[in-house]
Nanobody, 124 residues
Framework: EVQLVESGGGLVQAGGSLRLSCAAS????????IGWFRQAPGKEREGFSC????????YYADFVKGRFTISSDNAKKMVYLQMNSLKAEDTAVYYC?????????????????WGQGTQVTVSS
């Protein structure tokens, strides 16, 4: 059974940092791109970052470039998202997703599998 479990969300002041973690199980980690997307109330899903060891690709949407960093530990089947310089508009539920197609899916956030999400709230 495919499982993705996010953790590390919370409440932080604007300008602060958070590190999200995604624990993957139930599939061959190296065969999938793992990425992050978010969804705020009343807004559409936003895909913004992805990493794939299969083709050594990393993707960032423009609105997180320079602020967020994605990394992975394939041995542990973990993906991390370091978020710095957080803004109030980053407030959302953050999900990690997995897809065999690769990071081409990342902008849409329409991954084959995703977790339950973790809430990130940035106070201004």
């Amino acid at each position: 059974e495919v499982q993705l479990v996010e953790s590390g969300g919370g409440l932080v002041q604007a300008g602060g940092s958070l590190r999200l973690s995604c624990a993957a199980s139930g599939f061959t980690f190296d065969d999938y791109a793992i990425g992050w997307f978010r969804q705020a109330p009343g807004k559409e899903r936003e895909g913004f970052s992805c990493i794939s060891s299969r083709d050594n690709s990393i993707y960032y949407a423009d609105f997180v470039k320079g602020r967020f960093t994605i990394s992975s530990d394939n041995a542990k089947k973990m993906v991390y998202l370091q978020m710095n310089s957080l803004k109030a508009e980053d407030t959302a539920v953050y999900y990690c997703g997995a897809d065999k197609i690769g990071c081409a899916i990342a902008p849409s956030g329409e991954y084959d599998y995703w977790g339950q999400g973790t809430q990130v709230t940035v106070s201004s």
